[in-house]
T-cell receptor, first 114, second 115 residues
Framework: DQQVKQNSPSLSVQEGRISILNCDYTNSMFDYFLWYKKYPAEGPTFLISISSIKDKNEDGRFTVFLNKSAKHLSLHIVPSQPGDSAVYFCAASSSGAGSYQLTFGKGTKLSVIP | EPEVTQTPSHQVTQMGQEVILRCVPISNHLYFYWYRQILGQKVEFLVSFYNNEISEKSEIFDDQFSVERPDGSNFTLKIRSTKLEDSAMYFC?????????????FGDGTRLSIL
């Protein structure tokens, strides 16, 4: 049951260029979406989030876009830096069900090539 | 910056033994969570905890699992009789509130290896 899908297991981008990581979801009850970054041997680190009432949220080099009708979100990193190389997880939660749990995608491994 | 800390970083246990994984959530956070990630799979929710009781649990969190906040700072996950399939990374997380627009902050995990 893949309620949150990240269809690209890996992505390689040149330093300085834009990285675009994609995420799709199937559960229409999800109303809050998050991106986490994970380095090896560390836990997921919160990066940026977006509420379903918005279609864009920006924080420095990171922008998340939400297309509710398509049940799709994306994370843009620009410009990409070698330190951005990590696994990126998309996650979602639903307030309507009184649920606290995050549902994660499988992750996309981003490699930024110097 | 405050962080969630987990101990030990790696735990090796014989099948059938009990194991306790420990977490110190961020001090002003009120909601606590355990997740696990089996090698090559997704991070999966196990349980959430608020006000000294479980607020939600997944179907993975069966009778072999229990959680406890034994004092004002620690939050523990106990597996009573470990099975081979319990081998995974276990992540503790905490959030300031249980509101869905509050991010959960994760520790670096405990790698549990069942022999």
């Amino acid at each position: 049951d893949q309620q949150v899908k990240q269809n690209s297991p890996s992505l390689s981008v040149q330093e300085g260029r834009i990285s675009i990581l994609n995420c799709d979801y199937t559960n229409s009850m999800f109303d809050y979406f998050l991106w986490y970054k994970k380095y090896p041997a560390e836990g997921p680190t919160f990066l940026i989030s977006i509420s379903s009432i918005k279609d864009k949220n920006e924080d420095g080099r990171f922008t998340v876009f939400l297309n509710k009708s398509a049940k799709h979100l994306s994370l843009h990193i620009v410009p990409s830096q070698p330190g951005d190389s990590a696994v990126y997880f998309c996650a979602a939660s639903s307030s309507g069900a009184g649920s606290y749990q995050l549902t994660f995608g499988k992750g996309t491994k981003l490699s930024v090539i110097p | 910056e405050p962080e969630v800390t987990q101990t030990p970083s790696h735990q090796v246990t014989q099948m059938g033994q009990e194991v306790i994984l420990r977490c110190v959530p961020i001090s002003n956070h009120l909601y606590f969570y355990w997740y696990r990630q089996i090698l090559g799979q997704k991070v999966e929710f196990l349980v959430s905890f608020y006000n000294n009781e479980i607020s939600e649990k997944s179907e993975i969190f069966d009778d072999q699992f229990s959680v406890e906040r034994p004092d004002g700072s620690n939050f523990t996950l106990k597996i009573r009789s470990t099975k081979l399939e319990d081998s995974a990374m276990y992540f503790c997380a905490s959030s300031e509130t249980g509101l869905s627009n509050q991010p959960q902050h994760f520790g670096d995990g405990t790698r549990l290896s069942i022999l």
